[in-house]
């Protein structure tokens, strides 16, 4: 029965997790994506202590990537740990923090486990609604309407449940890629499921075109999102070079939420005297890889190139996985790191790992109570208190929402009071820290006056 819901539970994380927004807190994609993947995590790991303390038994299958992820996973909070000047803030960092990348791992771990060909099904048919969602919104449906101001994103010319342009084009090009591999590939399919193929190929295709054409199109402001992306790659290859300088740096990069740092650092001349130069810094690379070397070092590069290395290897005989690959190679080396292409490659991960030839190490706890009721304990300790943690990081920017709402109000008090309780929650965020500081001296100045 907890099996069941379990794998219920993986569908619902795979199929939604692309289509999810909310107003809770000031972006309703990115940051709403991340949390509601952490809270699916979660689910996960309470209904897999459930089962471990009913059944007494640990079960235990060896994936080829384990080690490579786990690797990875290392690379990421030795950064933290040694490089990262505010630790707590790395952690809750939406690029490379544990918030992001910690959740990503528990999705592998659980989607390896499962039956070949698993997140097929749930992706294709998120793909095909995010590409019909995404081609009626181009009409703008809701332009004559009046909405509340949380929900006037819905009116936007460029709306898609993924946030923008750039991250629907990564995922339905990766989708893209995969179906047509599968489709050459499998020629024995029958018509009626090859008709529902190209039928979603279709689909996905005819909104990939539209979010490349939208997202390069002279309007302004799709010009103003190419330039905020995809600013000189020369400042990106700049940082990377100058991580590379300090040998600790070089090691273990700037620090997980430092990039920023090091690009106020090498933005030159030429950069302060084009159109971007009111941008006074960035928080990601023009590169996933880079990005990767300049916040993590070698050390992170190197578990992400062995981790990449590993998943060609294993799918070099899978020409639908295969190609799938090496478009998200080709993702992590020419585009920013997204949200999207991370979560496609650690479900791309599980999906290679698969193996329905090796069988379960079992060991049977049922003569050993005590046991059983003590690492059951621990484990729902440690879901409380990861829920208790991940909420209080949510909720805190559930109250700076509230308070941006009390800028558009006017309302100097709203402001200052929600600003108040994000701190409470979350004293680590220098977003808040900022901002108070400033509420705090217009209320001074306000006084004076």
Not at 273 to 294: G, K, P, V
Not at 333 to 360: K, Y
Not at 401 to 416: D, E, F, P, T
Request: with cysteine; glycine share 4%.
């Amino acid at each position: 029965m907890l099996n069941k819901i379990k794998v219920i539970l993986l569908n619902l994380i795979i199929f939604l997790f692309p289509l999810f927004f909310f107003i809770s807190s000031q972006d309703p994609f990115t940051l709403n994506k991340i949390y509601f993947l952490a809270f699916g995590s979660l689910l996960l790991m309470l209904v897999s202590s459930l089962e471990f303390g009913i059944s007494r038994k640990l079960v235990w299958k060896k994936r080829p990537f384990d080690y490579a992820v786990l690797a990875f996973f290392i690379a990421i909070i030795a950064s933290v740990i040694f490089v990262s000047p505010n630790k707590i803030q790395a952690l809750l960092n939406t690029n490379l923090g544990l918030i992001r990348i910690f959740p990503l791992i528990i999705l592998y771990y659980y989607i390896s486990r499962e039956k070949n060909n698993f997140i097929r099904g749930p992706l294709y048919y998120s793909a095909v609604t995010a590409a019909v969602i995404s081609l009626i919104f181009v009409f703008q449906p809701l332009k004559g309407i009046k909405l509340p101001t949380d929900l006037q994103f819905l009116q936007a010319t460029n709306f898609t449940p993924l946030g923008n342009y750039l991250e629907l084009a990564v995922f339905l090009g990766f989708l893209i890629v995969w179906e047509i591999s599968q489709i050459v590939s499998n020629k024995h399919q029958h018509n009626q499921k090859k008709l529902l193929n190209l039928s979603f190929l279709a689909i996905n295709a005819i909104a990939f075109g539209v979010a490349l054409f939208y997202f390069i199109s002279p309007n302004k402001e799709q010009q103003s999102l190419l330039q905020i992306i995809f600013y000189p790659f020369r400042l990106a290859w700049y940082a990377a070079i100058e991580t590379a300088k300090i040998p600790i740096n070089f090691l273990f990069g700037v620090g997980v939420d430092n990039f920023s740092a090091m690009f106020t650092k090498v933005k030159d001349i030429a950069y302060n005297q084009s159109d971007l130069w009111q941008i006074s810094y960035y928080s990601t690379s023009r590169s996933f890889l880079l990005h990767i070397f300049t916040e993590t070092g070698l050390f992170g590069l190197g578990m992400t190139i062995w981790l990449l290395v590993k998943l060609v290897k294993r799918v070099k005989n899978n020409p639908a996985l295969l190609f799938a690959a090496y478009y998200l190679i080709a993702v992590m080396v020419f585009l920013p790191p997204t949200l999207i292409s991370l979560f496609l490659l650690f479900i791309m991960l599980g999906e290679a790992a698969q193996d329905n030839q090796s069988a379960p190490h079992t060991v049977n706890l049922h003569s050993e109570l005590p046991l059983v009721i003590i690492m059951t304990i621990i484990s729902l300790a440690f879901c409380g208190v990861y829920a208790y943690f991940v909420g209080r990081s949510y909720l805190a920017e559930y109250y700076y929402l509230q308070a941006n709402n009390g800028v558009s109000q006017n309302n100097l008090k709203i402001v200052y009071d929600n600003l108040k309780e994000a701190l409470i929650l979350n004293p680590y965020s220098e977003k808040y820290a900022t901002d108070f500081s400033r509420v705090n001296l217009q209320y001074a100045m306000n006084i004076i006056a």
